[in-house]
Each structure stands twice: as C-alpha cells, then as structure tokens.
C-alpha cells in the first residue's frame, strides 16, 4: 500500500471536495479551487475515488463500465450514470460545437449535464495523461454503484431529496460511525453555493468504500479496457461478500472509536 489514507472526490460548484479517511477511521475534509492542487495534497494516499469519467468513448460504442454500472442500478437509478463523451468534444469550446462532434461521432447528442462537466473531465484527463503516478492512484467511481453494491440494491430515492438522504445516511452510518459528524461539520464549514449537501454525502461515500474495500475495490469490468490513449475504463466499487463480514467490520470500527 502506497501510503495510509483513502479519499473521495467529488465535483462541487467551488471546485472539488475531498473527504480523506485513515487506516484507522479518522477523517478530514477540503475543498480546492483546481485538481493540480488537489493531487499535490493527496499524492501519498493509497486510493482515490472520484465521480468522474477516466478514459473517454471511442466512437459509437459505448464504455462497458458504463453498461455495465446502468445494469446493476436498475431499477430506479440507472439514469444516474452519464454517458461518457467521446474525446473529440473535449477540444469543443461551446456547447453546440460539442453537441455536433458528439452526434457526428457516436451517433447520439451530447446531454447538457454532461457538457457541464466537460471542464472537469478535461482537466482530469490532462493530468492523468501527464502523470504517470496519478494514473495509479485515481480510480473513477460512481456513489450510487457504491451504495447499491454495499447495501444490497440501488437506493429508493433521489439524493437531492430529503428522503433520499435520510436513506443513504442510514446505510452510511451502519458502516462508518462517524458519518453524521462528517456531513454535520461539513454542511456548517462550506456554503451550499460553494458545497451542496449532496456533494458531500457523495465524497463521504467514495471515501468510504476506499477505505472498507483497503484500497484495493472491485471493478466493471473485471478486467478492465483501455481508450485509444491507453487510459483504462473502469468504474471502481466494493461489497461485503458476506454479512457476517460487514459484522466484523462494524464491531472493529466502533472498538477504535471507543478506544
């Protein structure tokens, strides 16, 4: 393991939020303006998650990794996956110039949520290219996989949604006792125009299943497949083979925590 901590990232209107989890359960929390100063802070962690795509569509076929994760989100949360674009549009400097490449290219339109995140992804893209090292320490993921994956099916509720964050807080909770301290401090820390209440239940997700998963989570697909540049397509997640794990788990958290 490379260093000692795991992190989960997520795209926020003031730029990216991070929630850094130990070996040991402790956490700290930190927004930053850029991705180069994000990777800066976090170069020695074991494992970052982030909810964004690594590794572009090529053409009309789409990423497996996202078939695959709209599978096993139904019913209910499917829609939540984005299609990727494909690289071309990552050089598009308006919205109806990416709309075309993308139609042109992959014979379908580009979503308006997906070209607003286009700066993200071509940012992130930039640097993955040029840092050998990153490479190996980001892995793209998806919470609502996450959730579904740890907790037995696909979540029952929007997250924007009261009842969809009552939900997911529940889940989170029986994993990571310090769930509601970490949403808690955090919501009073950051303004909900620089950080939405979402956003942060999203990076406490991704922190947290790096960090039940040891850094070393499952995949779609297993095996993995590169883009045209090499950059590999996966979407990372983990689960509890067994309950009795998820058990022994529980108990050892709250043995540190009393300790």
């Not at 209107?13 to 359960?25: C, F, N, Q, R, S």
């Not at 401090?185 to 997700?205: F, G, H, Q, S, T």
């Not at 697909?221 to 998820?246: H, M, S």
Request: aromatic share 6%.
């Amino acid at each position: 393991m490379k260093g000692g901590s795991f992190a989960g990232i997520d795209g926020c209107p003031a730029g990216w939020l991070t929630v850094e989890l130990t070996i040991d359960g402790s956490w700290t929390a930190g927004v930053f303006e850029d991705l180069e100063s994000l990777w800066a802070a976090y170069r020695q962690a074991a494992l970052l998650l982030i909810d964004m795509p690594i590794g572009l569509a090529d053409g009309s076929e789409p990423r497996r990794c996202d078939v695959l994760a709209r599978q096993l989100l139904k019913p209910g949360r499917a829609s939540s996956i984005f299609p990727a674009p494909v690289r071309e549009v990552l050089s598009a400097t308006d919205y109806a110039q990416a709309n075309a490449l993308q139609r042109r290219l992959s014979g379908r339109g580009l979503s308006r949520q997906t070209w607003a995140l286009v700066p993200k992804i071509r940012t992130l893209d930039r640097l993955l290219r040029q840092d050998e090292a990153a490479r190996l320490t980001f892995r793209e993921s998806h919470p609502e996989l996450c959730l579904a994956q740890l907790f037995g099916g696909p979540m029952h509720s929007g997250k924007k949604s009261q009842a969809g964050f009552d939900e997911r807080m529940a889940h989170l909770r029986g994993v990571y006792a310090q769930a509601d301290e970490v949403v808690e401090e955090l919501m009073l820390r950051y303004p909900r125009k620089a950080v939405a209440r979402d956003d942060i239940v999203d990076a406490l997700v991704l922190a947290v299943t790096a960090w039940l998963s040891e850094g070393r989570p499952r995949q779609l697909p297993e095996g993995g497949d590169g883009d045209r540049l090499g950059i590999q397509r996966i979407i990372a997640y983990y689960c509890f083979l067994k309950e009795e794990r998820l058990e022994k788990h529980n108990a050892e958290s709250l043995g540190k925590l009393d300790g």
